[in-house]
């Protein structure tokens, strides 16, 4: 003989006792696997960018509007530094969020603390991405003999 | 948090030091992005407006705050590669106190390099 028992608590739960009742899905979990995977792109894209702007030639010295004019106008460093803007602002508000979340407490401050943080990051994000591709080396004030 | 509770395999030794200093480096890292975005997004107003600004970065004063942000970088990337290893390589646990040790032991090296180097061209000895 055999008795039909059912799997303990499955499906039965009183629903106060459900604790995960609004999931948030697999986003935490995209969110660790994103800051692992940036993480491993930043440390060539930043690392590559120091070298380049500070270790040969001139270093600091050298950086001015033409310096950067040379730059962007190779499409790699371009992209270098669009792939450089996004993952670095995502990367880092997500560290930030990480932060805020461990050590702000009162739900008022929670969201209003990662509010300034996400807008902050929207402007940032689309102001370096508008700089990027609308970036114009004849712009008016530059006295180079090719702008003539 | 009771004193009973120092002394663990955690509090107070190399995991939760590393910790720390990851959160404290990756934040001045965001705050020192954001400020140069800005810096950068200069190159759209004027050429004046923008080598003006990088004018100030030229400073010998600025130059020992940029050491000081590689720095902070250098550990950052270095540790969250440690971190990475602590996460997917299958002896990581086990090793993670050794990793530590080749972190900073590695942050020196790449430290020295770049002093050297950025030091002598901002105080302009190159």
Known sequence: MSADIAAPRSQRLDPKYVRARKSRGSFEMVAWLFMRLSGVALVVLIFGHLFANLMVGDGITAIDFGFVAGKWADPVWMFWDLAMLWLAMLHGTNGVRTIINDYAEKPATRVWLKGILYVATVVIVLLGTMVIFTFDPCIAGNTIAACK | ?126
């Open chain 2, 1 to 126: 948090m009771s004193k009973a509770s120092s002394g663990t395999l955690y509090r107070g030794r190399e995991g939760m030091w590393s910790w720390v200093g990851h959160r404290i480096t990756g934040v001045v890292i965001f705050l020192f992005l954001l400020v140069h975005v800005l810096d950068t997004s200069l190159v759209r107003v004027s050429p004046g407006a923008y080598d003006a600004v990088m004018a100030t970065y030229k400073n010998p004063l600025m130059a020992l705050g940029e050491t000081a942000l590689v720095a902070a970088i250098v550990f950052h990337a270095f540790n969250g590669l440690r971190l990475i290893l602590v996460d997917f390589w299958k002896q990581g646990t086990k090793y993670h106190r050794q990793m530590l040790w080749g972190v900073l032991a590695l942050w020196v090296v790449t430290m020295v390099a770049f002093s050297i180097r950025h030091l002598s061209i901002a105080f302009g000895g190159h």
